[in-house]
Protein backbone atom coordinates (compact mmCIF):
# COMPACT_ATOMS: atom_id res chain seq x y z
CA UNK A 1 0.00 0.00 0.00
CA UNK A 2 1.39 3.46 -0.90
CA UNK A 3 2.57 5.49 1.82
CA UNK A 4 3.56 1.94 3.71
CA UNK A 5 7.08 0.72 4.22
CA UNK A 6 7.44 -2.17 1.72
CA UNK A 7 9.48 -4.98 2.57
CA UNK A 8 11.15 -5.14 -0.77
CA UNK A 9 12.07 -1.88 -0.98
CA UNK A 10 15.43 -1.14 -0.54
CA UNK A 11 15.08 2.81 0.43
CA UNK A 12 12.51 1.31 3.16
CA UNK A 13 15.44 -1.04 4.48
CA UNK A 14 17.54 1.84 4.82
CA UNK A 15 14.89 4.11 6.62
CA UNK A 16 14.35 1.29 8.99
CA UNK A 17 17.68 1.39 9.52
CA UNK A 18 18.21 -2.52 7.96
CA UNK A 19 20.81 -1.54 5.82
CA UNK A 20 23.50 1.34 6.39
CA UNK A 21 23.88 4.16 4.19
CA UNK A 22 26.53 6.93 4.45
CA UNK A 23 23.20 9.89 5.75
CA UNK A 24 24.36 13.21 5.77
CA UNK A 25 21.04 14.81 6.79
CA UNK A 26 18.31 13.38 8.28
CA UNK A 27 14.66 14.99 9.54
CA UNK A 28 11.20 13.65 10.75
CA UNK A 29 10.25 13.06 7.07
CA UNK A 30 13.11 12.38 4.91
CA UNK A 31 16.50 10.78 4.63
CA UNK A 32 19.88 12.24 2.81
CA UNK A 33 22.56 10.00 1.88
CA UNK A 34 25.20 9.59 -0.25
CA UNK A 35 24.72 7.80 -3.46
CA UNK A 36 27.03 4.18 -3.85
CA UNK A 37 27.15 4.86 -7.64
CA UNK A 38 28.06 8.83 -7.73
CA UNK A 39 27.79 11.08 -10.80
CA UNK A 40 29.28 13.75 -9.64
CA UNK A 41 31.52 14.92 -6.61
CA UNK A 42 28.76 15.47 -4.53
CA UNK A 43 25.43 13.07 -5.47
CA UNK A 44 23.41 12.69 -2.14
CA UNK A 45 20.02 10.81 -2.58
CA UNK A 46 17.11 12.28 -0.44
CA UNK A 47 14.23 10.48 0.24
CA UNK A 48 10.25 10.54 2.12
CA UNK A 49 10.59 8.10 4.82
CA UNK A 50 7.14 7.25 3.68
CA UNK A 51 7.27 4.88 0.38
CA UNK A 52 5.62 6.08 -2.70
CA UNK A 53 6.61 4.34 -6.05
CA UNK A 54 7.46 7.93 -7.67
CA UNK A 55 7.89 11.68 -7.30
CA UNK A 56 4.18 11.85 -9.06
CA UNK A 57 2.88 9.61 -6.80
CA UNK A 58 4.29 11.08 -3.88
CA UNK A 59 3.30 14.55 -5.16
CA UNK A 60 0.08 13.79 -5.42
CA UNK A 61 -0.53 12.07 -1.45
CA UNK A 62 1.78 13.82 0.19
CA UNK A 63 2.62 17.56 -1.28
CA UNK A 64 4.47 18.81 2.10
CA UNK A 65 6.62 15.73 2.05
CA UNK A 66 7.31 16.63 -1.56
CA UNK A 67 8.27 20.08 -0.40
CA UNK A 68 10.63 18.94 2.15
CA UNK A 69 12.52 17.05 -0.14
CA UNK A 70 13.51 20.23 -2.02
CA UNK A 71 14.20 22.13 1.06
CA UNK A 72 16.09 19.35 2.37
CA UNK A 73 18.15 19.16 -0.72
CA UNK A 74 18.92 22.69 -0.50
CA UNK A 75 20.17 22.40 3.08
CA UNK A 76 22.34 19.90 2.17
CA UNK A 77 23.74 21.70 -0.90
CA UNK A 78 24.47 24.70 1.82
CA UNK A 79 26.38 22.60 3.98
CA UNK A 80 28.02 20.20 1.27
CA UNK A 81 29.46 24.01 -0.24
CA UNK A 82 27.94 23.70 -3.38
CA UNK A 83 27.91 26.77 -5.40
CA UNK A 84 25.62 25.35 -7.98
CA UNK A 85 23.84 21.86 -8.01
CA UNK A 86 21.01 20.11 -10.05
CA UNK A 87 18.19 18.53 -8.70
CA UNK A 88 16.91 15.24 -10.54
CA UNK A 89 13.90 13.49 -9.85
CA UNK A 90 13.68 10.08 -11.92
CA UNK A 91 9.56 8.63 -12.78
CA UNK A 92 9.70 5.62 -14.38
CA UNK A 93 12.20 2.78 -15.82
CA UNK A 94 12.04 4.74 -19.06
CA UNK A 95 13.64 7.67 -17.33
CA UNK A 96 16.69 5.82 -15.29
CA UNK A 97 14.37 5.08 -11.81
CA UNK A 98 15.94 1.91 -10.88
CA UNK A 99 14.57 2.28 -7.38
CA UNK A 100 10.97 2.55 -7.15
CA UNK A 101 10.68 4.24 -4.17
CA UNK A 102 10.60 8.17 -4.57
CA UNK A 103 14.14 9.89 -3.98
CA UNK A 104 15.62 13.32 -5.39
CA UNK A 105 19.19 13.51 -6.67
CA UNK A 106 21.22 16.05 -6.04
CA UNK A 107 24.27 16.74 -7.95
CA UNK A 108 27.20 19.01 -7.61
CA UNK A 109 30.77 19.84 -7.55
CA UNK A 110 31.27 19.53 -11.45
CA UNK A 111 29.55 21.71 -14.62
CA UNK A 112 26.11 20.47 -15.42
CA UNK A 113 26.03 19.93 -19.59
CA UNK A 114 22.30 20.70 -21.21
CA UNK A 115 20.52 18.74 -22.09
CA UNK A 116 20.83 15.92 -19.51
CA UNK A 117 20.47 12.75 -20.82
Known sequence: MAGE?????????IVAGRIPATVVKE???????????????THVLVIPKVHYADAAEL????PSVTAD???HAGEVATEEKLES???????????G???FHAHL???GGRGMHWPPG
Not at 5 to 13: A, E, G, S, V
Not at 85 to 95: E, I, K, M, Q
Request: net charge negative; glycine share 4%; with cysteine.
Open 97 to 99: QTV
Open 5 to 13: PQDDCLFCK
Open 105 to 107: HLL
Open 59 to 62: AAAE
Open 27 to 41: TETTVAFRDINPQAP
Open 85 to 95: YRLVFNTGSGA
Open 69 to 71: LLR
